[in-house]
C-alpha cells in the first residue's frame, strides 16, 4: 500500500501503538503529523522519522482542549496543504473501583477518549470533504468495549462510545467520500515481548500476544484509498481472544 503524496496525523503518537502507526505511515509514503502532549517524546520521534529518510513533524497537543485539536488541523495545512488520514489514537485509562472513581476523573477519561475522536474528526472532515477523494478516519477502540475486568469502567464506556460514535460519522461524512472505521486491539505488548511469559501467549488462539505493528498493518488497511467499501466497521485485532469460551474449572 501507497500513501505517497497523503497527508497523515495520528494523535497520541509519540510511543507506543501512536509511534508505530506514525512510522508506518511514513515507511509507505505519507507526510506525517504527529500529536501529542509530550514534547520530548514526540518531537524524538518525528527526529526519528526524518532520520530514516521520512516526512514528519510533530505538533504539541493537549486533546482535552477544543482549541489545541483546531489549531493542530491548521498547523498540518499550513504545512503540507491538506488532510487525507486522521488516525484518533489518543488515549488514556484510569483503573479505580467504581465506588472511588470521582466525577473528575471519569470525566477526563470521557473527554480524552471519546470527545477528542469526535473534535478532531470534525475538523479534519472540514478539511478532507475538500479534496477530491474524500479521506479516511480510524478511531482506536478496544475490546474493553465487549469484555472487562474490574474498575475498568471508565475505559470501557469511552471505548464503547468510539465505536458508536465510529459508525455514526460514517454515515454522516459517506456523502462527503470519508470513510471511518475504528480497530479494537487486544493485548498489544507496548514493551519488551521478551519479557513475557509463555502462558501469556498461549492464552490465545493465535499463539502469540499482539505488538503494535499489527494495529499498524490495520491502520493501512482501513485508511487505503482503494478500500472505498470499507466504512463504519469495528476491526477486532485481538488473536482470537474476544471468540475464545473461558471457564473456570
Not at 470527545?115 to 479516511?136: I, T
Not at 480497530?183 to 492464552?203: M, R
Request: a negative charge.
Amino acid at each position: 500500500m501507497s500513501f505517497t503524496d497523503q497527508v497523515v496525523v495520528v494523535t497520541g503518537a509519540a510511543q507506543g501503538i501512536g509511534r508505530s502507526v506514525a512510522e508506518a505511515y511514513a515507511l509507505a509514503g505519507a507526510k506525517v503529523v504527529l500529536a501529542d502532549v509530550q514534547e520530548a517524546e514526540g518531537a524524538a520521534a518525528a527526529a526519528s522519522i526524518r532520520h530514516e529518510g521520512g516526512q514528519a513533524i510533530f505538533v504539541h497537543c493537549d486533546v482535552r482542549r477544543e482549541q489545541d485539536i483546531q489549531e493542530l488541523f491548521e498547523t498540518t495545512v499550513k504545512e503540507f496543504q491538506q488532510i487525507d488520514v486522521l488516525v484518533n489514537n489518543a488515549g488514556v485509562s484510569r483503573w479505580k473501583s467504581p465506588y472511588e472513581l470521582t466525577v473528575e476523573e471519569w470525566d477526563d477519561v470521557l473527554n480524552i477518549n471519546v470527545r477528542s475522536c469526535f473534535l478532531a474528526s470534525r475538523e479534519a472532515a472540514r478539511h478532507m470533504k475538500k479534496n477530491e477523494h474524500g479521506g479516511a478516519i480510524v478511531n482506536m477502540a478496544s475490546t474493553r468495549a465487549m469484555m472487562s475486568e474490574p474498575h475498568s469502567e471508565a475505559y470501557a464506556a469511552s471505548k464503547g462510545a468510539i465505536t458508536a460514535l465510529t459508525h455514526a460519522m460514517a454515515v454522516s461524512l459517506g456523502k462527503d467520500q470519508i470513510r471511518v472505521n475504528c480497530i479494537s486491539p487486544g493485548w498489544i505488548e507496548t514493551g519488551d515481548v521478551s519479557k513475557l511469559a509463555d502462558t501469556d501467549h498461549a492464552q490465545h488462539p493465535s499463539g502469540r500476544v499482539g505488538v503494535p505493528s499489527d494495529i499498524s498493518r490495520a491502520c493501512l488497511y482501513l485508511s487505503d484509498p482503494a478500500n472505498t467499501f470499507v466504512t463504519g466497521t469495528n476491526l477486532v485485532i485481538d488473536g482470537g481472544m474476544t471468540r475464545k469460551m473461558i471457564y473456570e474449572d
